[in-house]
């Protein structure tokens, strides 16, 4: 299988200019270099960086200068310590992973598609050219098994805008069921060689996300010990599996863009699942980048991730 070289690990910006109060106050204060820095000491290689679409657009779809600004800071701070960036869109008018978000209609709607690949355009003219350092991800978790079709149209139109001013830069998509790795083998053969093929993995859902008051069914004060018995690397080997037959198939490279645990599991399991799945990433030479750099419930670099955070940035 091809390897994602330059994303071999990173983590998540998840909360900054994504998923937040789209406010200036925020985007100031949020993730500063400093923050960029201490990413770095983590000995991470690149930070996936989540943004809305109106982070850059208005209501109408007209550029938002200054939003674009927060993206040229974090490309030169990650340039600055080292690290290369995935800029992934998190949320698109008329979609979001997040049914709280109220965005609706993107895949009934000509327009709305036009809209998402006119956005790719113009941040493909705007940062095309990094493409040593830079890759673009076209949209996070697409959620229903019957946008298949639709979404593997909208893939293709999206890339063959973008190559009209990109043509080097590697490009991630993901399939469907917030992007399983079950979802792959339904997803357009790529475009060309420099496309990725992505996945996310938070299994089993019961222990990654105890609690999580988000979780339909979830008792937010369920707790789990770590199952050594149940989840090991074989565990992750299995539930990869379809993953890694459609790289093979394709011969392209996979990449993880998120994984964690949250921050209400004890530390010391949450250290055991992250040593059990970076064993598998190991193994099969799959990139991965963990959710989340701070806060939104999983930051690693948050005061409760503190009495294994030295050994858990080796399993990153």
């Not at 941040?123 to 593997?152: C, M, P």
Request: aromatic residues 14%; charged residues 30%.
């Amino acid at each position: 299988m091809k390897k994602f070289i330059g994303y071999e690990k990173g983590v998540n910006l998840g909360g900054w200019l994504s998923q937040c109060c789209h406010t200036k106050e925020h985007y100031d204060s949020f993730i500063t270099e400093e923050d960029i820095k201490k990413a770095a000491s983590f000995g991470i290689d690149h930070v996936r960086l989540p943004i809305d679409y109106n982070l850059v657009e208005d209501a109408n779809g007209s550029p938002v200068e200054e939003g674009y600004r927060y993206i040229d800071s974090a490309l030169e701070w990650c340039g600055k310590y080292g690290l290369k960036v995935v800029l992934d869109l998190h949320k698109t008018a008329g979609y979001s992973f997040d049914k709280g978000e109220n965005e609706n209609g993107f895949f009934e709607s000509g327009e709305l598609q036009q809209r998402f690949i006119s956005l790719w355009e113009k941040l493909a003219k705007r940062y095309g050219k990094y493409s040593d350092r830079a890759v673009f991800e076209l949209l996070n978790e697409v959620t229903e098994q019957k946008y298949s079709d639709t979404w593997n149209d909208i893939i293709y139109k999206a890339i063959e805008k973008i190559r009209t001013h990109a043509p080097d830069i590697m490009i991630i998509t993901g399939g469907y069921w917030q992007n399983s790795p079950d979802a792959l083998p339904d997803i357009a053969k790529p475009y060309d060689d420099k496309v990725v093929l992505g996945f996310h993995c938070y299994d089993p859902l019961k222990f990654t996300h105890q609690g999580a008051p988000w979780v339909d069914g979830m008792d937010v004060n369920f707790r789990m010990a770590f199952p050594e018995n149940e989840i090991n690397t074989a565990f992750f080997e299995q539930r990869f599996t379809a993953a890694l037959k459609t790289a093979e198939k394709y011969d392209a490279p996979l990449y993880c863009g998120e994984y964690g645990v949250i921050d209400r599991a004890d530390p010391k399991d949450v250290l055991a699942w992250y040593k059990a799945i970076n064993a598998a990433f190991l193994k099969y030479g799959i990139s991965r980048c963990a959710w989340n750099f701070k806060e939104k419930d999983f930051g690693i670099s948050d005061e409760w991730a503190s009495p294994v955070i030295d050994e858990l940035v080796k399993y990153l």
